[in-house]
């Protein structure tokens, strides 16, 4: 069975530019969260999709962070404009369902100079 | 405000000693609870969870972690570590209470394995 896919690895990009993150979790898993790492921390979650609706998004700053789940499968999250406190790595996770086991994708590692 | 704290930032343990790291969480209600190991560039792999029913639960790698309610804790634990084992661990909670089911994480630890 694949593994939670997320793209690109690595991003780095300088400050009050954009960037955009793409996740595609385990086929049939209807639940799609998205994390924060900072180094030296534990994942934050910023958001929690069931199928294409947000169940969770009370931690995304969201005047500068958006994400999308439009057909209920793969998901992006963008950030614009980014900030230098945004580098970390963002973590894509999958579940069947609610509330189930949540597998993580290998994570994109931002960089904002 | 729903936490995990993991106490210990730095652990370092000999090859074939015996491990434990503590996990205590603070939550309204008794949470789901997960143990995550996270290598160096990787993503975070299960290492076991605890929804409900018997209190010492058994996962991959020699891992078990026991549930206790009075002390608000769920600690890891491996009789025997091997150099394989030094990563960064994570403990995490979920909300049981049919709610948004995001994970709350602690800080996590690091293993080292001394030879």
């Known amino acids: 069975e694949a593994g939670v896919a997320q793209s690109p690895r690595y991003k780095i990009i300088e400050k009050r530019q954009s960037v955009a993150f793409w996740c595609n979790p385990i086929?049939?898993?209807?639940?799609l969260y998205w994390y924060q790492q900072i180094l030296g921390q534990g994942p934050k979650l910023l958001i929690q999709?069931?199928?294409?609706?947000?169940?969770?998004d009370s931690q995304l700053p969201k005047d500068r962070f958006s994400a999308e789940r439009l057909k209920g499968v793969d998901s992006t999250l963008k950030i614009q404009p980014a900030k230098l406190e945004d580098s970390a790595v963002y973590l894509c996770?999958?579940?069947?369902?609610?509330?189930?086991?949540?597998?993580f994708g290998p994570g994109t590692r931002l960089l904002v100079l | 405000a729903q936490s995990v704290t993991q106490p210990d930032i730095h652990i370092t343990v000999s090859e074939g000693a015996s491990l434990e790291l503590r996990c205590n969480y603070s939550?309204?209600?008794?949470?789901?609870l997960f143990w995550y190991v996270q290598s160096p560039g990787q993503g975070l792999q299960l290492l076991l969870k605890?929804?409900?029913?018997?209190?010492l639960v058994q996962g991959i790698k020699g891992f078990e972690a026991e549930f206790k309610r009075s002390q608000s804790s769920f600690n890891l634990r491996k009789p025997s570590v091997h150099w394989s084992d030094a990563a960064e661990y994570f403990c995490?909670?979920?909300?049981?209470?049919?709610?948004?089911?995001?994970?709350?994480f602690g800080k996590g630890t690091h293993l080292i394995i001394q030879p």
């Open positions: 996770a999958s579940s069947l369902d609610r509330p189930e086991t949540q597998y």
């Open positions: 086929s049939g898993h209807a639940t």
């Open positions: 999709f069931q199928n294409n609706g947000v169940v969770d």
């Open positions: 939550y309204g209600a008794t949470p789901y």
């Open positions: 605890y929804f409900s029913g018997d209190t």
């Open positions: 995490a909670a979920g909300d049981s209470g049919g709610g948004a089911d995001g994970l709350t």
